[in-house]
């Protein structure tokens, strides 16, 4: 078993519609992270998050450190938020990220 | 432009032959890693430096060698003892207050 678990692997919806994205992770963390990888390659980092609840535009991150869960949520999505949507996260007092293997977005117009 | 360069962005090779992957930063961090990423695999760390003329193995460091002789520099060496080499390689680097990494645009690395 994998220490950082993402559902769904795929996700297609809807122009408009609320999409939710799950991550699990068997470790005590330090940080989870939430990253963006386009279809050319490139990943971007869009949250951290150590305990609660972060908003950015239309994102929200939140994370259950006793349930050891973070879910991001995209409302209103749009077609250019189709990308892999990935969560890693850092282990106590480890110097590296663990990932999870990704969620492939599709939003269709 | 500040950020990280990897180049080229595609790269072939034949089977055999070592071939070393470029990764330069001038956002003046002190952390580079190596990923690997396979189709419908989270990444995977393949080594990383924490300090010029110092780096750790990864998970998956077998049939690979690096280096950090400058702060800006982590070249990646893919090995002819490296089964599959074909794959997508991303070098980050990362920043510790607040822990972060920043990604590069990556190269494709195709073995024929």
């Known amino acids: 078993k994998n220490e950082v678990e993402q559902s769904p692997q795929n996700l297609t919806a809807q122009e408009g519609e609320f999409i939710t994205i799950n991550c699990s992770y068997s470790?005590?963390?330090?940080?989870l992270h939430w990253l963006q990888q386009h279809p050319g390659g490139g990943i971007v980092s869009l949250f951290m998050l150590s305990s609660g609840k972060k908003k950015h535009g239309r994102l929200i991150a939140t994370i259950n450190i006793q349930e050891k869960h973070s879910s991001l949520h995209i409302t209103a999505s749009h077609p250019r938020d189709s990308a892999v949507y990935i969560c890693?996260?850092?282990?106590?007092?480890?110097?590296?990220?663990?990932f999870g293997q990704g969620t492939r977005l599709t939003i269709n117009p | 432009d500040g950020g990280i360069t990897q180049s080229p962005k595609y790269l072939f090779r034949k089977e055999g032959q070592n071939v070393t992957l470029s990764c330069e930063q001038n956002?003046?961090?002190?952390?580079m890693y190596w990923y690997r990423q396979d189709p419908g695999q989270g990444l995977r760390l393949i080594y990383y430096?924490?300090?010029?003329?110092?780096?750790q193995k990864g998970d998956i460091a077998e049939g690979y060698s690096v280096s950090r002789e400058k702060k800006e520099s982590f070249p990646l060496t893919v090995t002819s003892a490296q089964k599959n080499p074909t794959a997508f390689y991303l070098c980050a680097t990362g920043t510790d207050d607040p822990y972060t990494q920043y990604f590069g645009p990556g190269t494709r690395l195709t073995v024929l």
């Open positions: 956002l003046n961090h002190d952390a």
């Open positions: 470790v005590g963390i330090s940080a």
């Open positions: 890693a996260v850092r282990g106590l007092g480890a110097q590296k990220l663990v």
């Open positions: 430096s924490q300090i010029v003329n110092d780096f």
